[in-house]
T-cell receptor
Framework: EAGVAQSPRYKIIEKRQSVAFWCNPI?????LYWYQQILGQGPKLLIQ????????DSQLPKDRFSAERLKGVDSTLKIQPAKLEDSAVYLC???????????????FGPGTRLTVT | LAKTTQPISMDSYEGQEVNITCSHN???????ITWYQQFPSQGPRFIIQ???TKVTNEVASLFIPADRKSSTLSLPRVSLSDTAVYYC????????????FGKGTTLSVSS
């Protein structure tokens, strides 16, 4: 079974530039997540999609970050304009949706390491 | 959201059993306890999940006392490849489906 794919793996940009990350989840996974992981910290959820609808974007800095999931499959996360503090690893994860109280097992991609100079 | 407390770091030697305890005093009735493992330059990976008593799989065991205010991840006979960050997660986001990560425990295994 293919895992979660992300690209690019690394990106270096200057502050105020824009950048986009791409994620292809595991086939059949209805739920897709984007996380930001700053060095030395745990992943922080930015946005969660259920199919192509947003169910949680409470921690997404909407003045500069945007995300979309077209047709309920692939997703892109964009930062415009980037700031120095956006330097982090951006992780995409996906999971089945089964409802109920039991959290779904999340499958993570390798991440994109962003450096903003 | 239940807040978790776990040691920042732990050291062990190959072949030893490692127990990482997580405290979650305000766990809700419907919360599950989930553990993830993260190697450098990789995304987290699911290890084990439980609600009460004991859960065991091919990788680890999870012990949960009756009051559920803490839990212990047990890794039998660790090897160098078990060096990683281990996250204890309890509670979900406002959508009720995504887990909240803390800082985790960095486990270092030496030969």
């Amino acid at each position: 079974e293919a895992g979660v794919a992300q690209s690019p793996r690394y990106k270096i940009i200057e502050k105020r530039q824009s950048v986009a990350f791409w994620c292809n989840p595991i086939s059949g996974h209805a739920t897709l997540y984007w996380y930001q992981q700053i060095l030395g910290q745990g992943p922080k959820l930015l946005i969660q999609f259920q199919n192509n609808g947003v169910v949680d974007d409470s921690q997404l800095p909407k003045d500069r970050f945007s995300a979309e999931r077209l047709k309920g499959v692939d997703s892109t996360l964009k930062i415009q304009p980037a700031k120095l503090e956006d330097s982090a690893v951006y992780l995409c994860a996906s999971s089945f949706y089964r409802g109920g109280d039991r959290p779904n097992e999340q499958y993570f991609g390798p991440g994109t390491r962003l450096t903003v100079t | 959201l239940a807040k978790t407390t776990q040691p920042i770091s732990m050291d062990s030697y190959e072949g030893q059993e490692v127990n990482i305890t997580c405290s979650h005093n305000n766990i809700a009735t419907n919360d599950y306890i989930t553990w993830y493992q993260q190697f450098p330059s990789q995304g987290p990976r699911f290890i084990i999940q439980g609600y009460k008593t004991k859960v065991t799989n091919e990788v680890a065991s999870l012990f949960i006392p009756a009051d559920r205010k803490s839990s212990t991840l047990s890794l039998p006979r660790v090897s160098l490849s078990d060096t990683a960050v281990y996250y204890c997660l309890v509670g979900v986001n406002q959508a009720g489906t995504a887990l909240i990560f803390g800082k985790g425990t960095t486990l270092s295994v030496s030969s």
